[in-house]
């Protein structure tokens, strides 16, 4: 059983950065695939960013891509999400999953992906 608490979160003004921690603890840190979700009230949990294993590959999705980058420390257990020219819009709770399925290199995208999550850190963007 992986357990998995998340970290950095808060309020900042658009335009600002904010980086969000992952520490897992209970399983092989360096095995999983791990990613970030968010989730607004109301709405399906969407897809933020995911590193595998080896933390060369990673995927994001468009809304993201260019202002988020995950990263991953094997030897600390941790995978970072820093989130740069942060929008209104990026205003939601925050989580970290992983995972061991593989569906190919850099395929991590779906929440199908993972076994385990995290209680969500909220983030909020002031305009």
């Known amino acids: 059983q992986v357990q998995l608490v998340e970290s950095g979160g808060g309020l900042v003004q658009a335009g600002g950065s904010l980086r969000l921690s992952c520490t897992a603890s209970?399983?092989?840190?360096?095995?999983?695939?791990m990613g970030w979700f968010r989730q607004a009230p109301g709405k399906e949990r969407e897809f933020v960013a995911c590193?595998?294993?080896?933390?060369?590959?990673?995927n994001y999705p468009d809304a993201v891509k260019g202002r988020f980058t995950i990263s991953r420390d094997n030897a600390k257990n941790t995978v970072a999400l820093q989130m740069n020219s942060l929008k209104p819009e990026d205003t939601t709770v925050y989580y970290c999953?992983?995972?061991?399925?593989?569906?190919?290199?850099?395929?991590?995208?779906?929440?199908?992906?993972?076994?385990?999550w995290g209680q969500g850190t909220q983030v909020t963007v002031s305009s």
């Open positions: 209970g399983g092989t840190f360096s095995t999983y695939t």
């Open positions: 999953a992983a995972g061991r399925a593989f569906r190919g290199v850099g395929i991590c995208n779906t929440e199908l992906d993972y076994a385990y």
């Open positions: 590193i595998q294993w080896s933390a060369v590959y990673t």
